[in-house]
Every structure is written in C-alpha cells, then in structure tokens.
C-alpha cells in the first residue's frame, strides 16, 4: 500500500476504526486529506485543531456519517463503502457519539432520548438503570424535561449519557464541555478516564487544552492535531 | 407530557412525532374512496347478475308468436308445435293457456282484461336442448308450415342488452381498481409529506442505530391505520346508503336491483382490508425509497 502520510495511532494489532490515506471534501477544495489513523481498542485520543479546521467533519468520517472522497475508512474491518445501510445501522450502534449540536427528539423527553439507542435497537428500557445513568451526569432532577427546554451544557451532558448507554467499544465525542464549566468538564473526564479504565476507545475533539492537560494526568493520552488539511502527532507542548 | 412506555409500546410509533392537524385528511379521503368503492361494487355485482339473467335466458328459451285469424290459429297452433317437436335441438315445446298469457299481459293492462274477446296471438314456449338448435332452418320451416308463426329468441333485444351490462359490470370492476390506485397514490404522497416533514428526526433516528425498516415502521403503522379506519367509516356509510335505497321488485328493473344480496353483503366489507393493504404497501415503498434519499 503505497502511502504518503505514515499512519498515526497504534502500528498494528486489530483496530476499530482505521483511515487509510484519506481524502475529503464538501464538492469545494479538499478540506482534509492525506489522513491516515489507526484507532486501536481501548486507546485514548484528543482531537484539536483551529476551528473549521475539520475536527467534526473527521469525526463524521469515523462513524459513516459522510464518505471519504478517496482513500479508505474501514470501521471494525469492514470498509464503510461495502456496509449495507442495515450493517451501518448495526456499526452505530458500536459506536457511541456525542455529536457537537447533539441532535435529539424534540417531542421526547429526556429519558427517552437518553434511552432512544435501545429503544431503535428493540432492547428493553430499564427506567431506573437510563435514572442511574442520568444522576451520573447530573440529570436527575430532568427526566422529564423535552430537550428544547435544557441549557446548552444540560444538552451536551444528556447527550454524553445516551452516547454511552448501548455500552459501545468506541466513543467518539466532539466538543463535549464546549459549554460546561470547569467542574462540570471535570467530572465529564472523569467519566470518559473510568469508560476507558473499562476498555472503551476514546476520541474527544476540543478546542480546551486545560482539559487535555488534565486528562495527560490521569491517563496515557495522545493529541492528534488537524493543521493544513493534515492530521499531525501534536507536539509534546501539551 | 409523553411517557417512556409509550415509545416501546406503540412499535416505534411514538420516536415520530405526533401528525400535524391536517392528518385527518388521508382518513377523510379513504373514507370517501371507500364511499364511491361501495357503489362502484354494487354497481359491478348488479349488471353482473343483469348480464348474467339476461343471457342466460338469451341461451334457454324462445317464444313462437302465431298471430292468425281466429278460425286458423288452432290449426296453425298444432303445425308449429308439430314442426317443433319434430326439431332436433329442442326439449321442449308448450302452447301457453289463456290464464298464463292474462298472467303476462296483467302488468300492462291490469287484471280485469277480456282476453278472450280480443284477437291476441297464441304464444308458443320453447326449451332449448343443451346441443342448440338451428334458428334459420328453424324460422323457414315455421314460414312454410304455418304463415302466422314468427321465432322470437328474444336475442335481437337480449343481446345488446347483456353485452351492455357485461360492460357495465366491467366498468364496476375498473373503478375499484382506479379508487384504489387513486388512494394508494393520495397515500404515497401523505406518506412522502411526512417524511420530508420529519427528515431532523430521521436523520437523528439513523444517527443511534435505526435500521430502515424500523424507521419505516412508525409511518407504515401510522397511515395504515388511517387508510383503514377511513375506509370502514366509507364502507359503513355506503352500505348504509346502499341499504336505504327501494328494495329489488319482482320487476327487477336495474335501478331497484342496485344493491348487494345475500353473501355479497359480505364484499364490501373487503374494502377496509384493500385500504389497509393499499395504505401498507404504499406507505413502505414511500418509506424505504426516501429514506435513502434523506440519510
Ligand atoms: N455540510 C457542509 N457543507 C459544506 N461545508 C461544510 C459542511 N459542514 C462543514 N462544512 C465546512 O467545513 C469546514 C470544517 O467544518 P467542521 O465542522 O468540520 O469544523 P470544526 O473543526 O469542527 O470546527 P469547530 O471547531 O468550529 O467545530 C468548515 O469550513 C465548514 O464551513
Ligand atoms: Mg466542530
């Protein structure tokens, strides 16, 4: 495989989610490219990177949720491309994602959207276990709030919990205490630290370097940066 | 407020959220699809037994009508059922008495007629074999034996008429088969609405992990119900009107024989389970094609 860029992230072993020499673009020039990652299991990754450098767009290539102009994105060693709209659905499912406008079901409320991934998934939905989940991020008292209702760090918490509660192998969240304060960032680490003590393979976009610094305390982080299109090791400045 | 059972209880119904106020309309149009269906059925079953009556009476029997003076009209009346017995084809052959011709002239001129003081033909009835006989050589024969005998098979008016109520029955079917096409159409286009009305949620149902199919579900769900609930309420008030019309007379003219009889009360009552069956399949191709289209 010829390839310019070496690839970052774990040299070899199974990997969950994998890009190979990958390009993309919005129908404009290139906004990324020459991108190559192995995000190997039980890994723990920052994401930082100007904004409209292309750190959600990234991230969207690693759920399926935008195609690659061209190289390859295999996730769980199935090339996206090949994936069936239902194999997609099912690969979702493995992955659990904090998107950076959070997207819920307005007419939901909070409970159900946290439990949405089991409900579309045909489990069963434990009220108090999505409660147990909710208290963890300190939404207790919001079960039934409809999510129009909740302030934006509320939101981002919420959508954490449902991220997490198929108990998926990845994590992948973008901008997740974008508008929470310290302690509440804090304790949305800590609970990101415990799921990767737990196994998870964690990938976090941020723009907050204080949060990365914290978390290089707790745990054996990498900084992946975007810069020029390209998807850099970031310096040991952090 | 929206409880959490309800979203596992309802098949997914409950993650699309409820229909904006013009849902009601797919209901009222099925109701009113199912409405003309009733009379578009009993207007097919009605010409259907017209046609049905008609030729088969066309098949069976004929009449020889013996118009004579009245000093010949026994003889002529023996030759012609001389000639018809002698007619291989048919079964039979039987002269009407007077009380059997009072009996068909009653309707027209009432019961009180003086038949015998009035020169009427003598009627002559015919029962065709099974094998058929030959009408031409039949009508030479009858002209060279007795000259006042005329064959009427009854099919020079019979026949246009059954053909017409063949078609009629025909065109019965056709408008079924239209309203229904008609609804599945309406529905496709409701069903499209409401996707394009829903892409956000879509779009947030594909991003945890929903496949198509359940996805599909809620709307499928959704209009079948609609599509089924109009058409029993249509069916219901079309058989009502059905019912309330002037029953069938023994006349049985067509208008009065509009209507269902017997087990055929039974067959419209098959048009809320077409809806439900037009509204399903419409609804899901709808569905899967544009989910592709959204996500
Ligand atoms: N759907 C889209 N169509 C066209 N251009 C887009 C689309 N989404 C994003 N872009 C553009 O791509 C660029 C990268 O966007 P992206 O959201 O990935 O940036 P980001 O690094 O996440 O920024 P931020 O830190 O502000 O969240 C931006 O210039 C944006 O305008
Ligand atoms: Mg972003």
Redesign the pocket.
């Known amino acids: 495989m010829r390839n310019s860029a070496s690839p970052l992230g774990e040299p070899r072993g199974i990997c969950l989610i994998n890009l190979e020499n990958v390009a993309f673009n919005?129908?404009?020039g290139d906004?990324l490219s020459e991108v190559s990652l192995r995000l190997a299991p039980g890994s723990f990754h920052f994401l930082t990177?100007?904004?409209?450098?292309?750190?959600?767009?990234?991230?969207?290539l690693c759920y399926g949720d935008l195609l690659a102009t061209s190289g390859h994105v295999t996730l769980f060693d199935r090339n996206v491309r090949d994936l069936s709209r239902d194999e997609m659905a099912l690969t979702r499912r493995r992955i659990g994602v904090v998107h950076?406008d959070c997207q819920f079901l307005d007419h939901l409320p909070l409970l159900s959207n946290v439990g949405l991934p089991l409900t579309v998934a045909g489990k069963a939905v434990q009220d108090s276990d999505i409660k147990d989940l909710l208290t963890w991020v300190g939404l207790e008292k919001l079960t039934n709030a409809l999510p129009p209702s909740l302030s934006g760090g509320e939101r981002q918490r919420a959508a954490l919990a449902r991220a997490v509660i198929m108990g998926p192998d990845v994590i992948l969240a973008?901008?997740p205490t974008g508008n929470l304060d310290w302690d509440m960032s804090l304790r949305l680490l800590a609970l990101l630290v415990e799921l990767n003590r737990m196994g998870k393979t964690i990938l976090i976009?941020t723009?907050d370097l204080n949060l990365i610094r914290q978390a290089k305390s707790q745990v054996a982080t990498r900084v992946l940066r975007?810069a020029k299109r390209r998807l850099q090791l970031a310096g040991a400045d952090l | 407020m929206i409880k959490l059972p309800a979203i596992l209880s309802d098949h997914g119904d409950g993650v699309v959220p409820p229909s904006g106020p013009t849902a009601w309309l797919t209901t009222a149009t099925a109701a009113a699809m199912a409405f003309l269906a009733v009379f578009a059925l009993a207007l097919a079953l009605a010409s259907g037994r017209l046609a049905e009556r008609w030729s088969a009476a066309l098949d069976r029997s004929a009449t020889v009508r013996i118009s004579a003076p009245v000093d010949q009209l026994a003889l002529q009346t023996a030759a012609v059922l001389e000639v018809l017995s002698t007619t291989p084809g048919i079964s039979a052959a039987r002269a009407l008495d007077l009380a059997e011709q009072q009996k068909l002239l009653e309707p027209w001129f009432g019961p009180d007629l003086p038949l015998a003081d009035l020169p009427l033909p003598q009627l002559v009835e015919i029962t065709e074999g099974s094998e058929g006989y030959d009408r031409d050589g039949l009508r030479q024969r009858l002209q060279a034996e007795a000259p006042g005998a005329v064959l009427d098979d009854h099919s020079r008016w019979r026949e246009p008429l059954a053909a017409a109520a063949t078609r009629l029955r025909i065109l019965g079917y056709l408008s079924v088969f239209l309203i229904g096409a008609t609804m599945a159409a309406m529905i496709t286009l409701a069903a499209r609405a409401a996707l394009a009305a829903n892409s956000q949620v879509i779009r947030v149902l594909r991003l945890v992990g929903a496949k198509d199919d359940y996805i599909a579900r809620a709307f499928v769900r959704r209009f079948t119900l609609r599509a089924a609930g109009g058409a029993c309420i249509g069916t219901v008030f079309g058989m009502a009107a059905i019912f309330v019309l002037p029953a069938q007379e023994d006349a049985g003219s067509f208008l009065t024989g509009l209507g269902f009889q017997g087990a055929g009360w039974l067959l419209p009552l098959l048009l809320p389970v077409l809806a439900a069956l037009v509204g399903f399949l419409a609804t899901r191709t709808a569905s899967l094609s544009n989910l592709r289209r959204i996500t």
């Open positions: 919005y129908g404009g906004l990177g100007p904004s409209g450098a292309g750190k959600s767009t990234f991230l969207k950076q973008d901008e976009a723009h975007i």
